[in-house]
């Protein structure tokens, strides 16, 4: 009995540690190529978000700031085709997100340290801005840098784009073909 009460203790106590420990996120690796690298550390990212944040600042003048840039979506617009493999499938319709308010999270996510947790079962928001939602999808729970969020975003947004609107996920598992598990904006 002594020895079932010290182990129940002892579970107890590692269970109290576990549940309470910070999640170490230097280790993680964001996957992302000297290319995609290059992209996320232009300035224009930083510029755009603080933009966005000051009080009055309209769509027309987002659009405007991202004209003949990098971040213009009409670099980008091409017909769609179905797939049914891992990566970007687009789902883009007229009900889709703003392309301006994609870059917009798209500069907050890549500005964020850190990762982006996941409870699974289920789909989870990470984030939002204007008529833009972004959220993960998964049959498990699932951490990934923020900056590997970005770049997933900014792959269904530059491969979905459609008049101005994108909408898409990007499929990185299919395990359970069921729930195939992705990152959405929607």
């Known amino acids: 009995m002594f020895l079932f009460r010290a182990f129940l203790l002892s579970l107890i106590t ?34 755009l978000l ?5 009080p009055g600042t309209t769509k027309p003048d987002l659009e405007a700031f991202t004209n003949n840039t990098f971040l213009d979506p009409r670099n980008y617009e091409r017909p769609t085709r179905p797939e049914d493999t891992l990566g970007v499938h687009c789902e883009t319709s007229n009900s889709s ?4 308010d994609i870059t917009v999270l798209v500069a907050d996510f890549n500005s964020r340290s850190g990762g ?3 409870r699974g079962p289920g789909c989870s928001e990470q984030g939002s ?12 729970d699932y951490t990934t840098a923020w900056s ?29 073909e069921a ?8």
């Not at 603080?50 to 000051?54: E, F, K, N, Q, Y």
């Not at 770049?151 to 609107?165: E, H, L, M, N, P």
């Open 14 to 47: 590692l269970t109290t540690l576990v549940s309470s420990a910070t999640l170490d996120f230097r280790s993680v690796s964001d996957d992302l190529t000297p290319e995609q690298k290059d992209i996320f550390s232009n300035p224009l990212w930083a510029r």
């Open 50 to 54: 603080a933009l966005s944040r000051v």
């Open 97 to 100: 997100p703003m392309w301006v």
């Open 116 to 118: 982006a947790i996941h």
């Open 129 to 140: 801005y204007g008529t833009t939602q972004a959220g993960m999808c998964a049959g498990w």
């Open 148 to 176: 590997l969020y970005a770049s997933r975003v900014w792959s269904i947004a530059t491969t979905c784009v459609q008049d101005g609107q994108a909408g898409g996920r990007f499929v990185f598992h299919r395990e359970n």
């Open 179 to 186: 729930f195939p598990s992705d990152q959405r904006i929607y």
